[in-house]
């Protein structure tokens, strides 16, 4: 059995670290601030709990694009030729198409259908928002309809 070597901490008065964690003024850095101060720096304004949830998917669907074709072969034409950056982000480019390029507009057209088939107000709060994304997936199931969203095949 391997032995056990302690890591020191390093605790402030604003927050601490570990071999596993960092905390900011007690609150746990990836799990609890993140995703807030993103949003913060990128709207410029707090947001709602619902806000930084969305704001958090959507930020992990970017994140990974490693097997799309597109990236695929943007990083295969640089490796041939890394001289010609421009190159290789032209051939990204032209391989992109509406299973990779397109679904963000298909997102956004759907979520725009969505809203403006609510009758009356929009929800205001958590729960209405759930009960209108289930019943919105639901019925698009029910008519075997695709459900856009932003991702790819991998996951």
Do not use: C
Not at 25 to 45: C, K, S
Not at 116 to 139: N, R
């Amino acid at each position: 059995m391997a032995e056990r070597i302690d890591r020191p901490g390093y605790p402030t008065a604003l927050g601490a670290s570990s071999l596993k964690t960092i905390t900011l003024l007690g609150h746990d850095l990836a799990a609890d601030v993140m995703g807030e101060l993103a949003f913060w720096l990128a709207t410029q304004r707090r947001p709602g709990r619902g806000e930084v949830r969305v704001f958090e998917a959507v930020l992990a669907a970017l994140a990974d694009h490693g097997f799309t074709p597109t990236a695929i072969v943007t990083r295969l034409t640089y490796l041939s030729a890394p001289d010609s950056v421009q190159g290789a982000l032209a051939a990204g480019l032209l391989g992109g198409g509406s299973r990779f390029l397109g679904v963000t507009e298909d997102t956004g057209r759907f979520l725009h259908d969505v809203l403006a088939s609510v009758d009356g107000d929009l929800p205001g709060g958590d729960d209405g928002w759930d009960a209108l994304a289930l019943k919105t997936v639901q019925a698009r199931r029910a008519a075997r309809e695709f459900v856009p969203g932003l991702g790819h095949h991998v996951h």
